[in-house]
């Protein structure tokens, strides 16, 4: 059982894709999938590469022999980390102009930003909500 949350915690962290108001962060989507799949993970689903897009697959394909529970539950877990990842995608978009007008950085390294964004004043209400969403405040 550790294995598994240990892998369903990398799976979390190097999960991709887009954005929406309500996120769900890695640690509780992590802890999810954990208590709903982790041994349907690793009995199904040994050997795929850890991300969101190909474990949703895998456990997709493998519908007729994981759990009642797992069913129920990993479509909306690993769509709620993908949203995640994608809010933090759109951060560099919504904050473009605070991250180079306020906090004196290059769009390109949105992630050095961040710090700055969180705590400047006068950003913008679009730069604002997608920090919130991306779940850095």
Do not use: H, W
């Not at 799949?37 to 009995?43: K, L």
Request: net charge positive; hydrophobic share 45%; aromatic share 4%.
């Amino acid at each position: 059982m550790v294995r598994g949350v240990f892998f369903l915690f990398v799976i979390a962290l190097t999960a991709p894709s887009l954005a929406a108001a309500e996120t769900m962060s890695f640690g509780d989507a992590a802890a999810a999938l954990a208590k709903s799949c982790g041994a349907d993970i690793t009995a199904n689903c040994r050997g795929v590469n850890l991300d969101a897009s190909r474990l949703k697959e895998c456990l997709s394909r493998n519908r007729d022999v994981i759990s009642a529970d797992c069913k129920a539950g990993y479509p909306s877990t690993l769509d709620a980390i993908q949203k995640r990842i994608a809010a933090r995608v759109t951060v560099a978009n919504a904050c473009a102009r605070e991250i180079v007008k306020v906090c004196g950085g290059s769009t390109k390294e949105t992630s050095k930003s961040v710090p700055c964004l969180v705590t400047a004043k006068g950003a913008s209400r679009n730069c604002t909500q997608a920090i919130i969403d991306a779940g850095y405040q």
